[in-house]
């Protein structure tokens, strides 16, 4: 009988194991799967900081031209020519 009990719980202990390994391939799948979504992620807010870094190159180039014709204007009405 206690033989049977010993060979119970290595069934017992060998189903947990493989319940175990089941969960570790499980999670592993898992973060694979959360690495390339942040990879992913991290690509796209590069790509919007470049994006947002040109825009206000952009804005500071178009108002730097607005500056420029307003001193031109300013200088027409002070001194018409």
């Known amino acids: 009988m ?8 290595f069934d017992t202990i060998e189903e947990r194991v493989g319940q175990l ?4 391939r499980s999670l ?5 799967a959360l690495k390339n979504k942040v990879e992913s992620l991290e ?3 590069e790509a ?3 994006a947002e870094q040109r825009y206000h190159a952009e804005r500071e180039r178009v108002r730097s031209k607005i500056d420029g014709l307003l001193v031109k ?9």
């Open 2 to 9: 206690e033989e049977q009990t010993i060979l119970d719980q």
């Open 21 to 24: 390994l089941e969960i570790c």
């Open 28 to 32: 592993q799948a898992d973060n694979a």
């Open 43 to 45: 690509k796209e807010l």
């Open 48 to 50: 919007k900081v470049e």
């Open 73 to 81: 204007l300013e200088d027409l009405v002070v001194n018409p020519r």
